[in-house]
C-alpha cells in the first residue's frame, strides 16, 4: 500500500482514472442512444453492450464495477491530503452507498427475490427514478468530487504539500 500512496500514486490514479472514465463514457453512450439516438432502452447498451449484450443485463459486471471503485477509491485515499482528501471522503461515502445499491441488486438477481415484488431486481432509489438516468446519476455525482480531490491534490498549499507522501504535486513534476 505504501507503494500505492506513495512514489506510484500519481500511476496509480492515472490507471484508476482511465478505467473510471471508460465506464462513465459507457453510461454517457447509453445516455446518447435513448435521448439523442432515440433508442428503446433495451437496446440502448452503451459501446460494449452491443457486441456483448450481455454485460448491460449481468449484475455480477455491474456489482464488479462498483465493487472496482469501492477498492480504488479505499486504496488510494492515503495518499491524499487536506482539501482533496476531504473530496475523496466525499466520492468515497457516495460510492458507499453506489456500491450497496448494486449488492442488492445482486443479491436479488442471484436469489430471484425482487424488492418489493417487482419483476426484475430494483434498488432502493430506483424505486423512484428509473435505472439508466439513476445510474448516470450516480456515477456523475461519484465521478465529480474524486475530479475535484485529483485536481486539488496536484495543486496543494503548503501545509498539504507537508503532509503528501507522494510526489503527485505540480511542484514535484
Do not use: D
Not at 60 to 75: C, D, E, K
Amino acid at each position: 500500500m505504501e507503494i500505492v500512496n506513495g512514489s506510484r500514486h500519481r500511476t496509480w490514479l492515472n490507471v484508476f482514472l482511465v478505467l473510471v472514465v471508460a465506464h462513465w463514457a459507457e453510461h454517457v453512450a447509453q445516455a446518447v442512444q435513448i435521448y439523442a439516438l432515440g433508442w428503446p432502452t433495451p437496446q440502448a447498451r452503451g459501446v460494449l453492450g452491443l457486441p456483448f449484450p450481455w454485460l448491460v443485463t449481468s449484475e455480477w459486471m455491474h456489482y464488479g464495477y462498483a465493487l472496482f471503485m469501492l477498492i480504488g477509491l479505499v486504496m488510494l485515499r492515503k495518499g491524499f491530503a487536506g482539501r482533496s482528501r476531504t473530496w475523496w471522503n466525499v466520492s468515497l461515502g457516495i460510492q458507499v452507498w453506489h456500491h450497496f445499491e448494486h449488492l442488492l441488486l445482486l443479491l436479488q438477481a442471484m436469489t430471484g427475490n425482487n424488492l418489493m415484488g417487482r419483476p426484475a431486481p430494483t434498488s432502493v432509489l430506483q424505486i423512484f427514478f428509473p435505472r439508466v438516468e439513476l445510474h448516470l446519476f450516480y456515477n456523475a455525482v461519484v465521478f465529480a468530487p474524486m475530479v475535484v480531490a485529483m485536481i486539488l491534490h496536484r495543486r496543494p498549499n503548503e501545509s498539504e504539500r507537508s503532509a503528501m507522501t507522494c510526489s503527485c504535486s505540480t511542484a514535484h513534476a
